[in-house]
């Protein structure tokens, strides 16, 4: 079936450091690739998206490239900040339905 | 971007009572919202999906009896949550969307949080 498997946090970082946020994915065909952000008690926002093979998503300094042959889509960022401090979903898109990962907490000290 | 918006943002109900939350896409029309559930630090749990004019189609373990959806126009949907209970306390997030040029967009609410004592 279509899943979306996600690196357990929480990721707890400094201020400056680098993030990466690993994301791989099983699905059939080739979907489209989402990460979500969610601050405390909010709902989602987009952060970004990729389409198809090889695109980059970027948003707010964060980035993810869609990489058909790894199936993987993780999320960076070169200098994380307090405010960065939050739950970060990957997910796919499937039939007209998001399938989403568990969730990975993100924890950033100033 | 596209806003979707939920009311109210939080409620506390009493066991036994029904409660009813609103989801509208603001600036856009939405082929289709979808209504999650959200437990504490755990992801996001699809709940059912509604076409406007259709009945929702509710996942598997979802009683439909219990929540009542309604898609009553192209901007707005409702999910009543009937005869509370506490353990219907939760998160639940509304998401509006539709097919956009050159993909898919789905936009979130900012979420309902739902107390039942």
């Known amino acids: 079936g279509n899943s979306v498997t996600q690196m357990e946090g929480p990721v707890t970082l400094s201020e400056e450091a680098f993030l990466t946020i690993n994301c791989t994915y099983t699905a059939t065909g080739y979907p489209s690739l989402f990460w979500y952000v969610q601050y405390p008690g909010e709902g989602l926002q987009l952060l970004l998206k990729a389409t198809k093979a090889d695109d980059k998503g970027s948003n707010k300094g964060f980035e993810a490239t869609y990489r058909k042959e790894t199936t993987s889509f993780h999320l960076e960022k070169g200098s994380v900040q307090v405010s960065d401090s939050a739950v970060y979903f990957c997910a796919l898109v499937y039939g007209n339905k998001l399938v989403f990962g568990a969730g990975t907490i993100l924890r950033v000290k100033s | 971007g596209a806003v979707v918006s939920q009311h109210p943002s939080w409620v506390i109900c009493k066991s036994g009572t029904s409660v009813k939350i609103e989801c509208r896409s603001l600036d856009f029309q939405a082929t289709t919202m979808f209504w999650y559930r959200q437990f504490p630090k755990q992801s996001l749990m699809l709940m059912a999906t509604?076409?406007?004019?259709?009945?929702?189609?509710?996942e598997q373990g979802v009683e439909k009896d219990k929540f009542l959806i309604n898609h009553a126009s192209l901007t707005l949907s409702t999910l009543t949550v009937t005869s509370a209970h506490p353990e219907d306390s939760s998160f639940y997030i509304c998401?509006?969307?539709?097919?956009?040029?050159?993909?898919?967009?789905?936009?979130f609410g900012p979420g309902t949080r739902l107390t039942v004592t």
């Open positions: 509604s076409n406007e004019g259709s009945k929702a189609t509710y």
């Open positions: 998401s509006a969307a539709f097919w956009g040029e050159r993909s898919y967009e789905q936009y």
